[in-house]
Antibody
Framework: EVQLVESGGGLVQPGGSLRLSCAASKFTFSNYWMSWVRQAPGKGLEWVATINQDGSERYYVDSVRGRFTISRDNAGNSLFLQMNSLRPEDTALYYC??????????WGQGTLVTVSS | SYELTQPPSVSVSPGQTASITCSGHKLGDKYACWYQQKPGQSPVLVIYQDNKRPSGIPERFSGSNSGNTATLTISGTQAMDEADYYCQAWDSSTVVFGGGTKLTVL
């Protein structure tokens, strides 16, 4: 079955940076769009970014555009989220998800990002 | 920006039918999907493209989408269906989630 395993979360000070990774397996990674979605503690789901199969199209929620960059390595079956200029409101569990059409059919277990001084 | 609106909570008795709505401008012109999230777990897709069920999702889950409203229907609701449910659509190259509905089975 499809596997998505996120890593790279942790505690970072406001203004700092983190790079999240998502290791994909058990499917042909290069055939799919991929997304990052976050969930602040006790809150709902918030879409962060989506990337197409070859990385030529990238879309972001307004609140992270210019600070976060989604990318992928199809040879290594990995998805990334570079997060710069982090703010306390970026604190959340970050999920990667496979995005076959206009939905997200498989999700990882998430990696926790905490932005605090 | 596009918005999807869900009721914060819905209650249902075991064995009865639960309906959760999701409203958005001309939502029926887009594909809607639904996710189930239980405490401490990742979201699970239960309905996609308005009314399709992924493999492994029980038949009691169904969906519809018309006009400005998409609806998730759970027939013969079981205690295990108690969870948060989120609708989602795609608009202008962005993914939009509803605020979520807590389904209580009591």
């Amino acid at each position: 079955e499809v596997q998505l395993v996120e890593s790279g979360g942790g505690l970072v000070q406001p203004g700092g940076s983190l790079r999240l990774s998502c290791a994909a397996s058990k499917f042909t990674f290069s055939n799919y769009w991929m997304s990052w979605v976050r969930q602040a503690p006790g809150k709902g789901l918030e879409w962060v970014a989506t990337i197409n199969q070859d990385g030529s199209e990238r879309y972001y929620v307004d609140s992270v555009r210019g600070r976060f960059t989604i990318s992928r390595d199809n040879a290594g079956n990995s998805l990334f989220l570079q997060m710069n200029s982090l703010r306390p409101e970026d604190t959340a569990l970050y999920y990667c998800a496979r995005t076959p059409v206009v939905h997200l059919d498989y999700w990882g277990q998430g990696t926790l990002v905490t932005v605090s001084s | 920006s596009y918005e999807l609106t869900q009721p914060p909570s819905v209650s249902v008795s075991p064995g009865q039918t639960a309906s959760i709505t999701c409203s958005g401008h001309k939502l029926g012109d887009k594909y809607a999907c639904w996710y189930q999230q239980k405490p401490g777990q990742s979201p699970v897709l239960v309905i996609y493209q308005d009314n399709k069920r992924p493999s492994g999702i029980p038949e009691r889950f169904s969906g519809s989408n018309s006009g400005n409203t998409a609806t998730l229907t759970i027939s013969g609701t079981q205690a295990m269906d108690e969870a948060d449910y989120y609708c989602q659509a795609w608009d202008s190259s962005t993914v939009v989630f509803g605020g979520g509905t807590k389904l209580t089975v009591l």
